[in-house]
């Protein structure tokens, strides 16, 4: 695609220009868009580039080792930053029950993470001057019409972010005029790991949106082990390039269930798969019985804490595909 390549080759002149010597740190969720940032930034200023990955406590399962092995080793991003910020996150959710409140927890506690890694970042990289940010056209509008957005849609709003001690850092968007179809094709061109390129979509307050009710470590892990489950499957009977997103949501509910000799009371998972061309609208995925079923007793038989699985069969609108 001529065009792609020639605008690859101007994003960069331009990048050149604007940055010159200057250092430039950049939030990294390890999705399509942050992460063709830090290939297209690479390209332009080599390790000038810092991106700092958070972990949030709310990722899926093998998701820190993952993005770490890409951008690490597969990319070779010398100034890469991995930060654990697991207990600070789970411990500001605790006891929190209400959909937007976990997201407003998780934002906040972002910017303040953020800050202070690019706080002590600038203590070593006195040149770092700007902010760099995956947002891309659609990002732009949703947060016009109030929608969630990302997670950096709380930063992007600012024009300047401001830090502690008046490090002022400049935004720099890059892919602000694109579409999610067109970042898929830059990454390609770019040489981002295909793996990557086809992530399905994952929100920025992650599992904690997926995990109904107070979130506690155990029932993410319980949660991160049966989502897991899911996307295997679903990898495996070669589905998942045709489906939107593909996820399994933790209920606080308990029902009776019968293991071998004993009766069990654990919870209950329900399995999110839908096809959609752009989440505005979705429908539940007509999957075969005998995939559903496989998923569902592969769950029940080892994942701990579950013992019962149901398939959402909701079509958004009026249902919307997260459940919180
Ligand atoms: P809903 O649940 O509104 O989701 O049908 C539509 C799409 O947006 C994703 N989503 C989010 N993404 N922060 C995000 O970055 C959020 O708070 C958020 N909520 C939903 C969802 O995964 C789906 O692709």
Redesign the pocket.
Known sequence: NWKIDDWIEGAIKDIQKEVGEKQIILGLSGGVDSSVVALLLKKAIGNNVHPIFVNNGVLRKNEVEQVCDWFQNQLKFENFHYVDAETEFLEALKGIEDPEEK?KIIGHQFIKVFEKTALKLEEIHPNIEYLAQGTIYPDRVESQAG?????S?KIKSHHNLTLPDDMKLKILEPLKDLYKDEVRKLGFLLGLPQELIGR??????GLA?RCIGDITKEKLDTLRDADAIVIEEIKKAGLYDQI??AFAVFLPVKSVGVMGDYRTYEYLCALRIVE?ID??T?NFAKLDWSILEQISSRIINEVIGINRVVYDISN?PP??????
């Open positions: 997201r929608q969630g957005g990302k997670i849609s399905h979509p994952f929100p920025g307050p949106v939107w997103q959609s989440a505005m979705a958004k249902a919307t595909i997260e459940f919180e």
